[in-house]
Nanobody, 119 residues
């Protein structure tokens, strides 16, 4: 099993910054990806950014140039630096770990952390 512990959410004014962290523990595959999804009220959960164990990244178009994802493989931790925040970034942000094994892929989710951006 895998456990994910998120931190760093909160209330910030538009234009401000927040840094989210997610620490993973447990059975983590050597080939994996870690990242963040967000879910705003009344909307589906959607990808924000993801980074592979090799360091490849993918971002949603809406956050490119404003958010930066990084990871510390030694700590099994992923970070999301969120700059130039907008009210529309308000959502619950969920950490995800994708384990890729010979038998297939499996996703693990954190409990979520709320980010509120006031105008």
């Amino acid at each position: 099993q895998v456990q994910l512990v998120e931190s760093g959410g909160g209330l910030v004014q538009a234009g401000g910054s927040l840094r989210l962290s997610c620490a993973a523990s447990g059975s983590i595959a050597s080939l994996n990806a870690m990242g963040w999804y967000c879910q705003a009220p009344g909307k589906q959960r959607e990808l924000v950014a993801i980074i592979s164990s090799a360091g490849s990244t993918n971002y949603a178009d809406s956050v490119k140039g404003r958010f930066t994802i990084s990871r510390d493989n030694a700590k099994n931790t992923v970070y999301l630096q969120m700059d130039s925040l907008k009210p529309e970034d308000t959502a619950v942000y969920y950490c995800i770990l994708k384990n890729y094994r010979f038998t297939g892929a499996m996703d693990y989710w954190g409990k979520g952390t709320l980010v509120t951006v006031s105008s």
